[in-house]
């Protein structure tokens, strides 16, 4: 059984910053790719970035230059590390295997000012 479990959510000011884990388990870790997603408050899911198990790496463009995504093979553990934190990042951040339908429950970011 495939589990993906996000911690590393909570409550932070403007210009913070936030590390987001993902303990994958259930699949071969490094023979997968795995992203990170955002659903904001009364809002669609949108893609946040992902990383292959070829080592290909993509953002989008919110997340440009403030968002990294990395992987721990040995830990089986996905990361988003997040600066620069907006309110407008505010979101539920879930991470998923790449071309499946397997997520996580999610991590609440929430972004004062």
């Known amino acids: 059984q495939v589990q993906l479990v996000e911690s590393g959510g909570g409550l932070v000011q403007t210009g913070g910053s936030l590390r987001l884990s993902c303990v994958v388990s259930?699949?071969?870790?490094?023979?997968?790719?795995f992203t990170w997603t955002r659903q904001p408050p009364g809002k669609d899911r949108e893609f946040v970035a992902l990383?292959?198990?070829?080592?290909?790496?993509n953002y989008a463009g919110f997340a440009k230059g403030r968002f990294t995504i990395s992987r721990d093979n040995d830990k089986n553990t996905v990361y988003l590390q997040m600066s620069d934190l907006r309110p407008e990042d505010t979101a539920v951040y879930s991470c998923?295997?790449?071309?499946?339908?397997?997520w996580g429950r999610g991590t609440q970011v929430t972004v004062f000012s």
């Open positions: 998923g295997v790449l071309g499946t339908a397997n």
């Open positions: 259930g699949i071969p870790f490094n023979r997968n790719g």
């Open positions: 990383n292959t198990q070829t080592g290909i790496i």
